[in-house]
């Protein structure tokens, strides 16, 4: 029997069976099809090729407009409770290549209200905080200035109130309850911030005054808030938003998503080298027993946090991945050399991005949208 997990954006937990959330939450996958179609717009993006950015809702849609010459927007966003951890870092990757690939817009929406109602120890001069800071990360991407516009909740309410109170309108106390596992003793903010996180969704359509196709990558843990935005879309006369999935990055210590309080296994966008270093050298793989055994019979890439790490982010390159595979089974290569090949790369891309975030705090103003 297959095992008992649950994937909401508030909660995370038991072994994730990706197939069965494209069968539960009704989405598509991402067939050879469609990644042919991706191919006669330009390179088709490593984590899309392995499956990592790995179901939609209405992509084929947004190629067709697009086509047509009808251009689309980006929408994706953060919650911002704290530092950037390299598991966030992976879908705003993809949405950089998406941006690149199309040419286009991108909402950033930073949700400060969200953290502050769903975390009793936070404050709201806290998670705006956090907004202002994890913006720093987000501009490290090397999103494109002037086609990219993050904002805080709190600081773009205005113009989003009038989009959020017609969502609301429509959405019922009970679908809150049954898609978010919500029950009587959440506060009333957490009932209601749905229709704030679907608001970005038709923010270009307002200020266009005509309807735009809007595009959301994001992990597949959020698609549950844009399952009700699409279910009210057509009701207040926008399209509904189509929908890239990512899976969720796994952690150092095995297989479930890189989660904020998980200190020891999860990599944050400011750790040093040497926390890199010992966190890596930590982390759970699928070596053997001994050194001998590990020869003798190989490893296993399939359960190990290294080789997942590599697939997911750091190790671009097919061929590469490959051998790596090929090196582990074989036991030609062990854990030890593996882990350190893995902190490299993760160093040199951390050194980089630690660069430009430094950068961005001079460019900060000219990607903030405010009412
Ligand atoms: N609620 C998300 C989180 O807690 C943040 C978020 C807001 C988001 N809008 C989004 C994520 C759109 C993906 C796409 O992380």
Same mark, same amino acid.
């Given at each position: 029997? !297959?095992?008992? $997990?649950?994937?909401?954006?508030?909660?995370? +937990?038991?072994?994730?069976?990706? #197939?069965?959330?494209?069968?539960?939450?009704?989405?598509?996958?991402?067939?050879?099809?469609?990644?042919?179609? $991706?191919?006669?717009?330009?390179?088709?993006?490593?984590?899309?090729?392995? #499956?990592?950015?790995?179901?939609?809702?209405? /992509?084929?849609?947004?190629?067709?407009?697009?086509?047509?010459?009808?251009?689309?927007? &980006?929408?994706?966003?953060?919650?911002?409770? =704290?530092?950037?951890?390299?598991?966030?870092? /992976?879908?705003?990757? $993809?949405?950089?290549? &998406?941006?690149?690939?199309?040419?286009?817009?991108?909402? @950033? #929406?930073?949700?400060?209200?969200?953290? @502050?109602?769903?975390?009793?120890?936070?404050?709201? *001069?806290?998670?705006?905080?956090?907004?202002?800071?994890?913006?720093?990360?987000?501009?490290?991407?090397?999103?494109?200035?002037?086609?990219?516009?993050?904002?805080?909740?709190?600081?773009?309410?205005?113009?989003?109130?009038?989009? !959020?109170?017609?969502?609301?309108?429509?959405?019922? $106390?009970?679908?809150?309850?049954?898609?978010?596992?919500?029950?009587?003793?959440?506060?009333? =903010?957490?009932?209601?911030?749905?229709?704030?996180?679907?608001?970005?969704?038709?923010?270009?359509?307002?200020?266009?005054?005509?309807?735009?196709?809007?595009?959301?990558?994001?992990?597949?843990?959020?698609?549950?808030?844009?399952?009700?935005?699409?279910?009210?879309?057509?009701?207040?006369?926008?399209?509904?938003?189509?929908?890239?999935?990512?899976?969720?990055?796994? %952690?150092?210590?095995? +297989?479930?998503?890189?989660?904020?309080?998980?200190?020891?296994?999860?990599?944050?966008?400011?750790? %040093?080298?040497?926390?890199?270093?010992?966190?890596?050298?930590?982390?759970?793989?699928?070596?053997?027993? +001994?050194?001998?055994?590990?020869?003798?019979?190989?490893?296993?890439?399939?359960?190990?946090?290294?080789?997942?790490?590599?697939?997911?982010?750091?190790?671009?390159?097919?061929?590469?991945?490959? *051998?790596?595979?090929?090196?582990?089974?074989?036991?030609?290569?062990?854990?030890?050399?593996?882990?350190?090949?893995?902190?490299?790369?993760?160093?040199?891309?951390?050194? *980089?991005?630690?660069?430009?975030?430094?950068?961005?705090?001079?460019?900060?103003?000219?990607?903030?949208?405010?009412?």
């Amino acid at each position: 029997m !297959a095992e008992e $997990f649950t994937v909401t954006p508030y909660e995370v +937990s038991g072994e994730i069976d990706y #197939q069965e959330l494209i069968t539960r939450f009704g989405t598509k996958e991402i067939d050879a099809s469609m990644l042919e179609r $991706f191919s006669k717009f330009g390179e088709v993006h490593p984590m899309l090729r392995r #499956q990592i950015i790995y179901s939609h809702r209405d /992509m084929d849609w947004i190629m067709d407009e697009y086509e047509k010459g009808n251009k689309f927007v &980006l929408y994706t966003g953060r919650g911002p409770s =704290g530092p950037v951890h390299l598991g966030h870092l /992976m879908p705003w990757a $993809f949405t950089k290549y &998406l941006q690149d690939l199309f040419d286009v817009k991108l909402y @950033f #929406q930073m949700t400060d209200d969200e953290k @502050f109602m769903f975390y009793d120890q936070l404050t709201l *001069e806290e998670t705006k905080k956090w907004a202002y800071e994890n913006a720093l990360d987000v501009i490290a991407m090397g999103f494109k200035k002037g086609k990219t516009k993050i904002f805080l909740d709190t600081e773009l309410i205005k113009t989003m109130y009038p989009i !959020a109170v017609r969502a609301a309108k429509r959405i019922t $106390f009970s679908t809150v309850k049954a898609v978010f596992g919500f029950n009587n003793s959440y506060n009333i =903010g957490s009932i209601f911030f749905t229709s704030v996180q679907a608001a970005p969704a038709f923010l270009e359509s307002y200020y266009q005054g005509k309807n735009v196709p809007c595009l959301i990558p994001c992990g597949i843990d959020q698609d549950p808030h844009f399952r009700i935005t699409r279910d009210i879309a057509e009701g207040i006369g926008y399209y509904k938003p189509a929908l890239i999935h990512a899976k969720l990055m796994p %952690s150092l210590s095995g +297989s479930d998503k890189m989660s904020s309080s998980k200190e020891d296994t999860t990599i944050w966008t400011n750790d %040093s080298p040497k926390a890199v270093k010992k966190k890596i050298g930590n982390a759970f793989t699928g070596g053997a027993v +001994s050194v001998e055994e590990q020869r003798k019979s190989g490893g296993k890439p399939e359960i190990c946090s290294v080789f997942q790490y590599n697939q997911y982010f750091f190790l671009p390159d097919d061929k590469k991945l490959e *051998e790596l595979y090929q090196k582990c089974k074989s036991g030609a290569i062990l854990c030890g050399e593996c882990k350190a090949a893995l902190a490299e790369r993760v160093i040199a891309f951390l050194t *980089e991005h630690q660069e430009r975030r430094e950068k961005a705090k001079d460019q900060i103003e000219e990607f903030m949208l405010r009412d």
